[in-house]
């Protein structure tokens, strides 16, 4: 029997502690009339809200398996163009990860907005979470 299986036994088989009520009598309440079967299933009725999360999960993670994550040198130089970006409108061919189709996807344009509070860089039609981006490209 392995390790987790003895702590297991040991931990819910031992009764010792309780020996002074085990033999005592059910208490029935007189005021109270047992609670039915459907009742009780009733209960744990939001834990069903739960069915099919560990699914979607596994479906989130298959799309962030493509993704490769940036350095903090990496994550400083996108920072440093985006600022850069801000003052002088260039345009610009921007590689970042789309975590709704889990692939790398490019945009070129010019950069609208960077807000560093909801942390996404803004162009005409679409908003980028600046932590997805892999590159940024000045186009001539």
Do not use: C, W
């Amino acid at each position: 029997m392995d390790e987790k299986k003895l702590i297991e036994q040991k931990i819910f088989n031992d009764t010792s502690a309780y020996q002074d009520i085990m033999n005592l009598p059910y208490h029935h309440s007189k005021r109270h009339l047992p609670m039915n079967q459907l009742d009780r299933a009733f209960q744990f009725a939001p834990f069903g809200a739960l069915e099919g999360f560990k699914d979607l999960i596994n479906e989130e993670s298959r799309h962030y398996a493509r993704k490769k994550y940036t350095n903090s040198e990496t994550e400083d130089l996108i920072y440093r163009q985006l600022r850069y970006l801000q003052t002088h409108h260039l345009k610009v061919d921007v590689n970042y990860f789309n975590d709704k189709s889990g692939f790398y996807e490019h945009q070129k344009g010019l950069l609208q907005n960077v807000d560093l509070k909801k942390g996404r860089a803004i162009f005409s039609d679409l908003s980028i979470v600046i932590l997805n981006i892999r590159a940024i490209k000045l186009l001539s």
